[in-house]
């Protein structure tokens, strides 16, 4: 007994003489610990893994040239080779950390993002259904977000102290014209294109890529759906229409089709809200959609969309010169859209987008003056209340070639090109109330190529550098558009961004044919913004510059048009801008606040000198809260926007002077308007129901506050009338049906 134990002893010295320890620190290349380092030997089972301050130990028996290997998520390997002896070992390591989407820092400043990829999304499909300001419509939603503005009278996105015309609207990056119903007087019509047709938005308010141009302001990019998950059909009853649809799934899921149609008709509408005009032809709506999209052998997907409409309406007001005649507004519009898309990985690192566009626009417009027994004036003299009696056809074909190559580099840095192609003509035949007809035609070939690198320099620091060339045949010049963003992350999962850019602009195609030529308007935008994004809840600060030069001014033709003659006009706008969106502090609430500061002042058009646009307000803001009871399988929607009192003007001409002066001046006041909606989800909770369905009742204005968006003035001014909604509140209810598809987490959590 005695001779083992001194064996043993022996054998246990010679081990503990054997071991060697080997130890030492970790660090980042800024010199900070990095903690849960894994240290090891390679082809061993000796190892450790670092503390918090970076310190790792451990001790072994190997002996000779041996492989260090250190590993952590977010970091590259390393490895290091060691000539073990007899003697410890220090070793200190400084890992580089990779450049990693989870952990990058996102270049962002003046864009809102929301895809399927981006859980920091912002609004989605959901979100824009559900808002109940927005009545199911793609724009109307994004007047919740800070930087647009409450303009009730007229369709589009008025940003930042822009014009709806310097917003422009792509879908799957080709440009979308005539994305609108049209225009008409008084009355702000609906996006033409269903909410869910999309899987992602960007709504960037400023300083947008270099893939897009011909926009001063803002550009909100959609990306189309790709395979549906699988096949579905869909229908929908409401006061105002009907409509359905089919998504069918190929066996194989690497196909699909789809086809739907919608049928708008006010009628039973008209008997739940009151309106201001006497409408003689009852709105009427029919569209229409095709859709395949094909997922090819390298992960790449062609999608095509077709769209067609046709509508018509016609309602009747005062006339604001008499107080006997009305005027009579009719019109009928036909729009057809046509997009197919391919995108293609071709391998190291190349995809190529590339796609086609061709749409078609045409309106007949016919304007009366009536009498009280609705009967048409027949006005001889060339006065102004002759040329109240006109009709108007307008005829527009647009097609567009789009191509953009990307290239992936190292980590996240990837460097993109291509080219696009544009090709519009427009053209307009006025018929004046003595039966003279007036035919102009406008037509323009736009060719630009463009260049971009997003640059990663490590996970806190990036820049996305960039710029577009264009030449337009009607302004007969090129431009030249650098763009610059580049953002940094806190540690905190905070981030502060700068963006820069160049933005050119054709001129609007109602003040065309121009009587002298014409460069391409300007806009410089400066944006600084800081954002947080984390635990479901979003918080973003952003201020902004934007200076206009060349802007157009516009003088009156002998036909009464409005028409451009010079690029003497300028302008700034700047103002702050606060977002703040909380998932996560109540249970199933959602909830956001935004608010606005807008200063800006601008001579161009027709104005006399520098002044507020008529379409801004200095102050808006907005607030929407969902909440989703499971136990009752309701969803609530509230929200509430505000405006201060927006600018306006009568322009009248003085002879003396030789141009127009300001007649008359003010403001409007605020805006006020809180929304309600309510959706019921029966089939929550029932087990395989054959149809998912949910109820909506929706009531816009809830209090019926009193809204003036602008003033109409009389032929001398001496008069003006306010322009109003054309009804209080407006009152919604309907019924969706969907087959083959559950959709109640959609419902229950419409933010992710």
């Not at 225009?183 to 992602?200: D, Q, V, Y």
């Not at 007949?364 to 209340?385: G, M």
Request: proline letters at 3%.
């Amino acid at each position: 007994m005695k001779t083992a134990l001194t064996l043993l002893i022996i054998v246990f010295g010679f081990s503990a003489r054997a071991q060697v320890k080997i130890a030492g620190k970790i660090t980042d290349g800024k010199g900070k610990p990095v903690s849960g380092v894994s240290v090891t030997l390679k082809d061993s089972y000796d190892g450790a893994t670092t503390d918090s301050l970076g310190n790792f130990s451990f001790s072994t028996t190997e002996k000779g040239k041996k492989i260090l290997e250190t590993s952590i998520i977010g970091y590259k390997p390393f490895e290091q080779e060691l000539s073990i002896e007899s003697s410890n070992i220090t070793v200190n390591v400084t890992m580089k950390e990779l450049i990693t989407e989870l952990k990058a820092v996102v270049i962002s400043a003046g864009s809102f993002v929301a895809s399927d990829k981006n859980k920091g999304a912002v609004l989605s499909a959901l979100d824009i259904v559900t808002t109940p300001s927005a009545n199911g419509d793609v724009t109307s939603a994004f007047k919740t977000l800070p930087g647009t503005q409450q303009v009730g009278e007229s369709e589009g996105l008025f940003v930042r102290g822009g014009s709806a015309t310097e917003s422009k609207i792509y879908m799957d990056g080709n440009l979308v014209n005539n994305f609108f119903y049209s225009s008409t007087p008084g009355i702000a019509t609906r996006g033409r294109f269903n909410p869910f047709l999309f899987k992602g938005t960007i709504f960037s308010s400023g300083g947008y890529s270099a893939l897009y141009g011909q926009a001063l302001s803002s550009a909100l990019i959609l990306e189309s759906k790709d395979l549906p998950d699988q096949t579905e059909a869909d229908l929908a009853l409401s006061v105002i229409g009907v409509g359905g649809g089919i998504q069918h799934l190929a066996k194989d899921k690497k196909s699909s089709w789809g086809v739907s149609y919608n049928y708008t008709n006010l009628s039973l509408a008209f008997k739940f809200n009151t309106f201001k005009q006497h409408f003689y032809t009852i709105p009427v709506y029919h569209q229409g959609d095709a859709n395949f999209r094909i997922k090819t052998k390298n992960g790449g997907m062609i999608k095509y969309y077709g769209y067609v409409s046709a509508n018509k309406t016609g309602f009747r007001s005062p006339d604001i010169d008499s107080t006997v005649l009305k005027d009579a507004f009719a019109i009928e519009n036909f729009n057809t859209y046509q997009n197919i898309n391919w995108r293609e990985n071709f391998g190291m690192g190349w995809k190529i987008t590339t796609g086609i566009s061709y749409s078609t626009n045409k309106d007949d417009i016919n304007n009366e003056l009536q009498d009280a027994n609705n009967q048409k004036q027949i006005i001889t003299n060339p006065s102004f209340y002759a040329f109240k009696n006109f009709k108007l056809n307008n005829q527009a074909q647009y097609a567009q070639a789009r191509v953009v190559l990307d290239k992936k580099l190292n980590g996240l840095n990837v460097i993109r090109f291509g080219a696009d192609y544009f090709y519009s003509r427009e053209k307009s035949t006025y018929t004046l109330f003595d039966g003279t007809k007036f035919t102009e035609s406008v037509t323009d070939n736009l060719e630009s190529v463009f260049a971009e690198a997003d640059v990663f320099i490590t996970n806190e620091l990036a820049a996305k550098i960039g710029s577009r060339v264009e030449h337009s045949q009607i302004v007969n010049k090129w431009n030249v558009a650098p763009r610059l963003s580049i953002a940094y992350k806190f540690r905190n999962n905070s981030q502060a961004s700068f963006a820069y850019g160049l933005f050119y602009q054709n001129p609007e195609r109602k003040y065309l044919p121009a009587v002298a030529s014409l460069d391409f308007s300007r806009a410089a935008h400066y944006i600084l913004q800081y954002q947080k994004i984390g635990n479901d809840r979003t918080f973003r600060i952003e201020a902004f510059y934007k200076k206009y030069t060349d802007l157009y001014k516009t003088t009156t033709s002998p036909t009464g048009r409005e028409v451009a003659f010079n690029n003497n006009g300028f302008g700034d706008a700047k103002g702050l801008e606060l977002f703040f969106r909380d998932k996560k502090t109540f249970k199933n609430v959602d909830y956001w606040i935004s608010y606005s500061y807008l200063d800006t002042k601008r001579d161009y058009l027709n104005y006399p000198q520098a002044i507020t646009p008529s379409f801004a307000a200095n102050h808006t803001a907005a607030f929407v809260v969902k909440k989703f009871v499971t136990k009752w399988k309701t969803g609530f929607n509230l929200s509430y926007n505000f405006a201060t009192g927006r600018p306006y003007y009568y322009f009248a001409y003085n002879n003396i002077l030789n141009k127009y002066v300001i007649g008359d001046a003010g403001k409007t006041i605020n805006y006020n308007s809180a929304s309600f909606s309510v959706n019921y989800l029966p089939s929550i909770g029932k087990k395989d129901p054959k149809a998912f369905v949910v109820w909506v009742l929706g009531i816009n204005n809830v209090f019926g506050q009193k809204q003036v968006f602008n003033y109409n003035y009389n032929n001398d001014g001496s008069r003006k009338e306010a322009v109003t909604p054309p009804s209080k509140r407006f009152i919604y209810i309907g019924c969706f049906l969907s087959f083959g598809i559950d959709r109640t987490q959609d419902a229950i959590n419409n933010n992710l």
